[in-house]
């Protein structure tokens, strides 16, 4: 079984944060990094990760990275906002969402994802809504998206920070996915961060300015571009 861990949004990604600066990037990888290690466990479990650590990736790199692996699951995990962002809301609680067409083994796997989420970390059960999230709407396989708490919410954006509360989340959606997919623990689990990629470089210059010209002209044309030394 392949299954895609989608660490949503990245370091750069404006507005992602708690109202007191923590990135949201740094809690959704850090628990896909823990569903990683839950999932080693499980024979003939193959992971693979569709973020980056080194670059914000686009949302469309991410659902065709799935889809090309033919993966058999996509998991992409956030945390929620309320209001402006910048100030603390009463709002709180955790919630997994499905595409709107309410695909039926979606669902069926969203249900259990919420029930353990909800009995590992103690919070609100806001339940299983649908939207039509690029990442839900995009993908050829079954795709759910998990909301862990609100980082406009104090209690919540604290929790989002701790470890314990991370192995929380990610120990509630493996152990749903354990039971969904009747998963064996045994040896064989793979991990793989990345696909193969074949890298193009357009140009070296002893200018930045020329270098930054060329990389604003590149994006201007939709190509994801950046420098390096």
């Known amino acids: 079984m392949k299954i895609m861990i989608d660490a949503g949004h990245g370091y750069e990604t404006p507005g992602k944060r708690t109202v007191d600066g923590m990135r949201e990037y740094e809690f959704?990888?850090?628990?896909?990094?823990?569903?990683?290690?839950?999932?080693?466990?499980?024979?003939?479990?193959?992971?693979l990760f569709s973020h980056s650590d080194k670059q914000d990736v686009p949302l469309y790199e991410r659902t065709k990275k799935a889809n090309q692996a033919n993966v058999d699951l996509f998991v992409s995990i956030h945390a929620n906002a309320h209001g402006n962002g910048k100030e603390w809301t009463s709002a709180s609680g955790i919630e997994t969402y499905v595409h709107s067409s309410k695909p039926k083994t979606a669902f069926a796997l969203a249900k259990i994802v919420q029930a353990?989420?909800?009995?590992?970390?103690?919070?609100?059960?806001?339940?299983?809504?649908?939207?039509?999230?690029?990442?839900?709407?995009?993908?050829?396989?079954?795709?759910?998206?998990?909301?862990?708490?609100?980082?406009?919410?104090?209690?919540?954006?604290?929790?989002?920070?701790?470890?314990?509360?991370?192995?929380?989340?990610?120990?509630?959606?493996?152990?749903?996915?354990?039971?969904?997919?009747?998963?064996?623990?045994?040896?064989?689990?793979?991990?793989?961060?990345?696909?193969?990629?074949?890298?193009?470089?357009?140009?070296?210059?002893?200018?930045?300015?020329?270098?930054?010209?060329?990389?604003n002209e590149l994006k201007g044309k939709g190509y994801q571009a950046f420098i390096s030394n």
């Open 28 to 47: 959704n990888r850090a628990v896909a990094n823990e569903m990683k290690k839950l999932l080693h466990r499980y024979s003939g479990v193959t992971t």
């Open 116 to 215: 353990e989420l909800i009995k590992e970390t103690k919070r609100k059960d806001r339940g299983v809504k649908t939207a039509s999230f690029h990442v839900l709407k995009e993908t050829k396989m079954t795709a759910i998206l998990c909301e862990c708490g609100f980082m406009t919410n104090k209690v919540e954006a604290q929790l989002l920070k701790e470890q314990a509360y991370r192995h929380a989340c990610a120990t509630g959606i493996v152990n749903a996915i354990v039971t969904f997919y009747k998963l064996v623990e045994g040896k064989g689990a793979q991990h793989t961060d990345t696909q193969k990629l074949y890298k193009v470089q357009v140009g070296a210059f002893s200018e930045k300015e020329n270098a930054e010209k060329l990389v």
